[in-house]
């Protein structure tokens, strides 16, 4: 099956100004994530998608694909939807969402979302790794509970699932899943997912994927036993500056 991905990066973003044309090892970021979305050979073709022509300037720098995106897109999903729905972008299987300040993603969620859609036949994917109980107190830790079939129930920045009066603590220690935020899609579920409106839980948790879910759609959930991700998303200059310190002994390549 023919795969899309695509990497939506947005150049205003507050907390960590002009993110995707930072430097980690002296390239920018959004063109360290298409390399590594390039080595991992997830994808039969990969895209940036943004709306910063500066942005559109880097990646073909570096011999990348990059399209210039509504700059009044409200989200990645949305962006990454334009472009899946471009007739040059038509005829591929599946849609892999990128996000463009990931560098180290690992393999295992990519594959692991992807294989959702594309073996399991769901109409969306993510993954998750399992996680220790101390997430459990951090609303920065998106969770997901998911169903005996691998089905997504519900995503949250709140203790989930809850341990109420110490009831079985090890059935649920077991069943900690640290969301982790990359997404397959059919082009039909992600053209879907973005012409739905906003839904109130969406508004109340912040968490866009719970738009699909409170709509009837099912998103399968790729688990794996790895340890926790040590290395997440780039939303701060300290998380710029510990990029940096890992990346000399990071291998695009590596699982």
Not at 4 to 10: C, D, F, G, Q, T
Not at 52 to 73: C, K, N, Q, Y
Not at 83 to 97: K, M, P, Q, S, T
Request: glycine share 6%; hydrophobic share 50%.
């Amino acid at each position: 099956m023919r795969t899309l991905a695509v990497i939506p990066a947005r150049l205003g973003a507050t907390r960590l100004p002009r993110k995707p044309l930072r430097l980690l090892g002296g390239v920018p970021l959004v063109v360290r994530v298409l390399e590594r979305v390039r080595a991992l050979d997830v994808a039969h073709r990969a895209i940036v998608a943004t709306d910063s022509p500066e942005i559109v300037d880097a990646i073909a720098r570096a011999g990348g694909e990059a399209v210039l995106t509504d700059p009044a897109h409200p989200s990645g999903t949305d962006r990454v939807a334009e472009v899946a729905a471009r007739a040059e972008c038509r005829g591929f299987d599946a849609i892999l969402n990128v996000q463009g300040d990931e560098p180290f993603v690992a393999a295992s969620a990519l594959t692991g979302a992807l294989a959702q859609v594309t073996e399991r036949g769901f109409p969306l994917g993510t993954a998750a790794v399992r996680a220790a109980p101390a997430v459990l107190a951090r609303p920065d830790v998106v969770k997901v509970v998911a169903a005996d079939d691998g089905a997504a129930m519900y995503f949250s920045r709140a203790p989930i699932p809850f341990l109420r009066d110490d009831a079985d603590a090890a059935a649920r220690d077991a069943r900690i899943l640290h969301h982790v935020g990359v997404y397959a899609y059919t082009p039909a579920a992600l053209a879907r997912w973005v012409a739905l409106p906003v839904h109130p839980l969406e508004r109340i948790e912040r968490l866009e994927q719970l738009r699909p879910l409170a709509h009837g759609m099912r998103m399968g959930v790729a688990v794996t036993d790895d340890a926790e991700p040590l290395r997440g998303g780039i939303d701060t200059e300290a998380d710029l500056e510990l990029a940096n310190a890992q990346w000399p002994t990071f291998t695009l390549t590596e699982s």
